[in-house]
């Protein structure tokens, strides 16, 4: 057995943390840093920086514009971003739609959308979840009727992911409503700006404006906007999700929220002694440290059995649950750490009025914004089902 | 033994709910709290006259309650209702002035007419008083301060700020009016401040205040603690009704035992909660205060941001919304834990107190007071 990264891996996370570092502005690691909101030009920006790299759709063959890594490659990539305070990159074109269309779409879609991801022309967002379908996604209800080359859109989508900055979005439509309800739902790709399409903001728990209804009242759609064959979307949108949740541990998340809190524990004082010396909070963070190094080798593990063709489904729920529990708990703990300067709606203040650094001012707000990890993605709760039913099969 | 409060108070605890128990009350708190002034307009004035301020003095002191059974009933109430009303400041300032026999001030704070808030907490002050690193001196016939304090819970529009300060004499209690604050929303709604202090001139109320402001605050805990049930109950009552209703996969969510089992144990650590807040109470004023208000502040610090964050994800994605009223409950059950000590200061304490050379540890319960046989 061997734990150790070969030393081309090594070479490989040398190269990407220097390129990272030196060409992330400062400005926008800082705003991750200190959880403030990033505007679109934030993410068009680095995304453009990724892009000039060939490091922006990393999933994706070479032959469409890929790096060409290997799953451990791709792990110490995500890895090295998250240690740099790199935004996010939007997931819904690159890691959804863009390898969805490489399985399932026609050449044509290929051609005509994946370049438009690559350099940012559109900004796709992800029409899945309604009012009434959220862990039964099966149950949805938005109606796509055929009427000659187009369809007709009626319905409501939900919970849509920074879809105020997009122009595109791909949704799970009803074409049929005979048999299983997983027998009639189409993948189709929607012009954001067609008339009858309306976006409204969702105001979250944090304050934050981050997700979206939408509305749909005959918009039109031409039927080449079909992925796949008709009432086989299930199929696509399963696929999706395994995509989905590739980078779904969030090791290097937990490691540099690990990092962030000791730094702040070494920094603060309470009633005589630094965090870092409390006992309770030492050993909180010890506890945590112990579970995202497990979780690290899990991780590893799975990345293993991935290459070698070996990966079951369900393990990877298990690695959902645990990562994003150990996400959570940091949260929790840094938030804690903060005591009664935790409170204070730190918007409120400028910056030198501030009595805790300015990287952990929002600890607070940035805290319940992640309580949605444990949410979204299929919620821990359907992991766990998705793990029973594997366990207890007959 | 008998756990029933006695009718007066059941009287004032049926009052505030009829006054507090409506929900366009609860939108009007939403739209208020999270800028200034960060009351509800009107509110206040209302509180005051059905009693609420009168409630945390006794008749000797101008009101007609002042323990801590008054406290709890206000507060579990105020937290039912999410009120973010400046309640805590006001409780401590009254409890302060009344043990310093300022009746003149006192007559307006119970009208309702004057409104106070306590500055003790520094950066880098939790709960150990002796920690204070503000200082007073002397300056020609008054006193100056020097410092900064932190998280002065209702703060912004306090016309009476009481300051604890470092003295030759121990730690010295400070009036001030018109202080220069920084204010700022708190991040579940309600007004907090800062407060930077240089030669700042104030009026010396006593040199050394050690232990009535421990006393006011072990008070305040309670209150807090009390407030954090209320608002328990109503949070895990949501949810219930929630799962009842929300169908997926062609049930209701409630039919899933897994999540059943959740809300269970949301509402047995609701029942260990107002059990510590009964024990706190009835403790308060006794030898066992400290010990059973650490207690109390300590699993309350555990179970209530449980309980935030469990309504939350059984809620799904609606918990995440700022327009559902349970997620302003979850944020003000997780920030209470930042109020007056967390749960692990006050474990902390608690440990100090069962270490073997506090003395404490094999003290058997103490015998009930006449205090806590009247609850
Ligand atoms: C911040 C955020 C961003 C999102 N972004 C997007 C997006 O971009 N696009 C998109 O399509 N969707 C998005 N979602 C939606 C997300 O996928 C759903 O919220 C999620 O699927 C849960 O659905 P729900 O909210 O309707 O909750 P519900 O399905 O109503 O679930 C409520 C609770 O019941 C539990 N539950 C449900 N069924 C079962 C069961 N059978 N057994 C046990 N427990 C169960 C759930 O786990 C949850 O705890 C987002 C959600 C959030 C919060």
Redesign the pocket.
């Given at each position: 057995m061997d734990l150790d990264f070969t030393a081309e891996e090594q070479a490989f996370r040398k190269h990407v943390r220097e390129v990272i570092r030196g060409e992330l502005p400062r400005e926008i690691s800082d705003k991750v840093l200190q959880g403030r909101g990033l505007t679109k030009e934030d993410i068009e920006c680095w995304q453009a920086i990724l892009n000039r790299h060939g490091w922006l759709a990393t999933t994706w063959p070479a032959e469409f514009g890929g790096p060409g890594w290997s799953v451990v490659e791709r792990h110490i990539f995500n890895e090295e971003c998250a240690l740099a305070s790199a935004p996010r990159i939007v997931t819904?074109g690159l890691v959804m739609l863009g390898p969805v269309l490489i399985k399932f779409g026609t050449k044509e879609q290929q051609d005509h959308y994946l370049p438009r991801i690559l350099d940012g022309r559109d900004w796709w967002?992800?029409?899945?979840?309604e009012?009434g379908?959220?862990?039964?996604?099966a149950g949805l209800k938005t109606r796509a009727v055929r009427d000659g080359d187009t369809y007709v859109i009626n319905g409501q989508?939900?919970?849509?992911?920074?879809?105020q900055h997009a122009n595109w979005i791909f949704c799970l439509v009803r074409t049929a409503t005979e048999g299983k309800p997983q027998d009639g739902i189409s993948f189709v790709l929607v012009d954001v700006n067609s008339p009858g399409v309306e976006m409204r903001p969702i105001k979250?728990i944090d304050g934050s404006k981050?997700?979206n209804e939408v509305f749909f009242t005959d918009v039109r759609v031409p039927v080449t906007n079909l992925v796949g064959e008709e009432n086989k979307g299930w199929t696509i949108a399963k696929y999706l999700l395994t995509h989905e949740r590739t980078n779904i541990a969030g090791v290097g998340h937990s490691t540099k929220d690990l990092e962030k809190f000791r730094k702040l524990a070494a920094e603060i004082e309470r009633d005589g002694e630094k965090v870092a010396d409390n006992p309770l909070y030492a050993m909180r963070a010890a506890e945590l440290e112990a579970d995202l190094e497990a979780m690290r080798v899990t991780n590893l593990r799975l990345l293993a059995d991935a290459s070698s063709g070996a990966a079951e489904g369900h393990r990877s729920s298990l690695l959902k649950i645990k990562g994003t529990q150990i996400r959570q708990e940091l949260q929790n703990l840094y938030r804690s750490a903060l005591g009664s300067a935790a409170a204070l709606d730190a918007d409120d203040l400028s910056e030198n009025e501030l009595a805790v650094p300015v990287e952990a001012a929002r600890a607070a707000p940035v805290y319940f914004?992640h309580r949605?990890l444990s949410?979204?993605?299929?919620?821990?709760?359907?992991q766990?089902?998705i793990v029973a039913k594997e366990l207890f099969r007959e | 033994m008998d756990f029933r409060i006695s009718e007066e108070r059941q009287m004032l605890s049926d009052m505030l709910r009829r006054f507090w128990g409506n929900d366009p009350m609860l939108e009007a708190r939403n739209a208020a709290v999270y800028e200034a002034p960060y009351q509800v307009p009107g509110v206040w004035a209302q509180l005051a006259e059905l009693g609420v301020f009168g409630a945390f003095l006794s008749e000797d002191e101008g009101g007609f309650g002042g323990t801590a059974e008054d406290v709890v009933v206000v507060f579990e109430e105020a937290g039912r209702a999410l009120s973010a009303e400046p309640l805590l400041g006001q409780l401590l300032v009254m409890r302060l002035l009344a043990g310093l026999g300022r009746a003149d001030l006192l007559e307006e704070m119970v009208a309702g007419a004057t409104r106070g808030a306590l500055a003790f907490a520094e950066p880098a002050l939790s709960v150990d008083l002796s920690r204070t690193a503000a200082t007073a001196a002397r300056r020609g016939d008054g006193w100056v301060l020097n410092g900064r304090k932190s998280a002065i819970y209702g703060g912004p529009g306090a016309d009476v700020l009481l300051v604890t300060a470092r003295t030759d004499a121990g730690l010295g209690l400070f009036l001030l009016r018109d202080a220069p604050l920084i204010e700022a929303a708190m991040v579940d709604g309600g007004g907090i401040a800062e407060l930077v202090m240089e030669d700042l001139a104030a009026e010396c109320l006593a040199e050394d205040a050690a232990p009535p402001v421990e006393a006011a605050l072990d008070l305040g805990r309670i209150a807090l603690c009390s407030e954090a049930v209320g608002a328990m109950d109503m949070l895990t009552a949501m949810t219930v009704d929630y799962?009842k209703q929300?169908r997926?996969?062609g049930r209701p969510?409630a039919s899933?035992q897994?999540?059943q089992h959740r809300v269970v144990d949301m509402v047995m650590e609701g029942e260990q909660a107002r059990s510590i807040v009964i024990r706190a109470m009835a403790s308060y004023g006794t030898p066992d205060q400290a010990r059973h208000v650490a207690m109390a502040k300590n699993l309350l610090g555990r179970v209530a941001p449980h309980v935030a964050e469990e309504a939350i994800?059984?809620?799904?994605?609606?918990g995440?919304t700022w327009e559902y009223p349970g997620s302003h409950y979850a944020k003000r059950l997780v920030l209470l834990d930042h109020q007056l000590g967390d749960r692990r200061d006050h474990a902390l304490r608690l440990m100090r107190m069962c270490a073997p050379d506090a003395g404490a540890v094999s003290r058997p319960v103490t015998a009930r007071t006449p205090e806590s046989q009247t609850a």
């Open positions: 819904f967002c992800q029409g899945y979840s009012p379908a959220g862990s039964d996604l989508k939900t919970w849509t992911t920074l879809g979250l981050e997700v914004n949605k949410i979204y993605g299929g919620s821990n709760e359907i766990r089902n | 799962l929300r997926q996969f969510l899933f897994a999540l994800q059984l809620h799904g994605g609606i995440m």
